[in-house]
């Protein structure tokens, strides 16, 4: 209600052993799963969320389970979930099981993230969201970046803020990004 049906919820399969990200982690008891075992507790875990806002109660899953949930508040029209992809098993993954994929902008392989996403979601439209830094380049639409969002079809470019930024960049951003 509070954003006008503009929030979306974003999940990731998170860090694995190798990742910088791990260390994190095990700090806060979490096991750093290989990255199989990742993709499918994410997949459960976004079944256990949609069940949830359905109101049901009961679900046994292989890591995750509701038995007699209830209280939870469920939102009049859910969210689209949109799963992060650094790669093609996540881009396949985020358009099998999830209402969208967000993708980094830097990445070599941008073109065919995309099109791995949307063709693993068929004929479902899928939200395509692409993250960045928060540069100067982002303001032109003339900017070759900025024309590349129209070529491949990006709905949503989400501009990552950092404190360095201060609170008056992101309103010269609203003020200065044009859409069209």
Known sequence: HLTNGRALLGLGAGAGPESGYAEELTMLGIKANPAPSRRHILTEAIDVIRHIWRGDSDLAGEHFTLDGASGFIRPAT???IIVGANGPKMAALAGRVADGVNLHWYEETLDDLVATARAAAGERELIVTLLSPLTE?????????????ATLGIDRLILAWTSRHGTR??????SRIHTG
Do not use: S, T
């Open 78 to 80: 859910p969210p689209p």
């Open 169 to 174: 960049a992101i309103h010269e951003a609203g």
């Open 137 to 149: 380049e982002w303001f032109h639409p003339e900017h070759p970046n900025r024309q590349r969002l």
